[in-house]
T-cell receptor, first 111, second 111 residues
Framework: DAGITQSPRHKVTETGTPVTLRCHQT?????MYWYRQDPGHGLRLIHY???????DKGEVSDGYSVSRSKTEDFLLTLESATSSQTSVYFC??????????FGPGTRLTVT | GQSLEQPSEVTAVEGAIVQINCTYQ??????LSWYQQHDGGAPTFLSY????GLEETGRFSSFLSRSDSYGYLLLQELQMKDSASYFC????????????FGTGTKLQVIP
């Protein structure tokens, strides 16, 4: 299995607070992705990275920002969490976008 | 925009064969991937088709027809452990490649 971890695994936070989720890989893969998964919507791409300091928006990027200062780390930040951002967040990595390996997920609840 | 359609649920008998279809409407289509996700788990990569035709990997096969904007995942000799959700994902070319996931098909294997 690909070496990919996410932290924290569970988080409960209040509306309006900033939240940062971390994705860490040990595979030296070029591509890293952040998805959210909600019932009835499948996996939706938030942001992705194709190299250090190279990132781009996905289909649901509003309210989220990302940073990738090292190959192995990809951070997702919710600047001011809202209840609509309650979700399960998955990080994924890959040498190319066609074959991605997913982390265990972070369950975020915004109250 | 990009959209993929899959049946929401499929039920099949243990030992049988089941086909999960995926139709897509995407700009700059590059290829189709398939992922499996068990309840509470992370998606895992199954297969990728860039060219028309059938790709076989053990009990699982995946098919793509670009002219029909259609693909399917074929699961043979079904086992109870195959009960899971299955997602197709379209790769869209043009600059930097993005991935759009379908909403998933929940497969229930019954004895």
């Amino acid at each position: 299995d690909a070496g990919i971890t996410q932290s924290p695994r569970h988080k409960v936070t209040e509306t309006g607070t900033p939240v940062t989720l971390r994705c860490h890989q040990t595979e030296n893969h070029r591509y890293m992705y952040w998805y959210r998964q909600d019932p009835g919507h499948g996996l939706r791409l938030i942001h992705y990275s194709y190299g250090v300091k190279d990132t781009d928006k996905g289909e649901v990027s509003d309210g989220y920002s990302v940073s990738r200062s090292k190959t192995e780390d990809f951070l997702l930040t919710l600047e001011s969490a809202t209840s609509s951002q309650t979700s399960v967040y998955f990080c994924a990595i890959g040498q190319g976008p066609e074959e991605q390996y997913f982390g265990p997920g972070t369950r975020l609840t915004v109250t | 925009g990009q959209s993929l359609e899959q049946p929401s649920e499929v039920t099949a008998v243990e030992g049988a064969i089941v086909q999960i279809n995926c139709t897509y409407q995407t700009s700059g289509f590059y290829g189709l991937s398939w992922y499996q996700q068990h309840d509470g788990g992370a998606p895992t990569f199954l297969s990728y088709n860039a060219l028309d035709g059938l790709e076989e990997t053990g009990r699982f096969s995946s098919f793509l027809s670009r002219s029909d904007s259609y693909g399917y995942l074929l699961l043979q000799e079904l086992q109870m452990k195959d009960s899971a959700s299955y997602f197709c994902a379209a790769l869209n070319s043009g600059g930097y490649q993005k991935v759009t996931f379908g909403t998933g098909t929940k497969l229930q294997v019954i004895p």
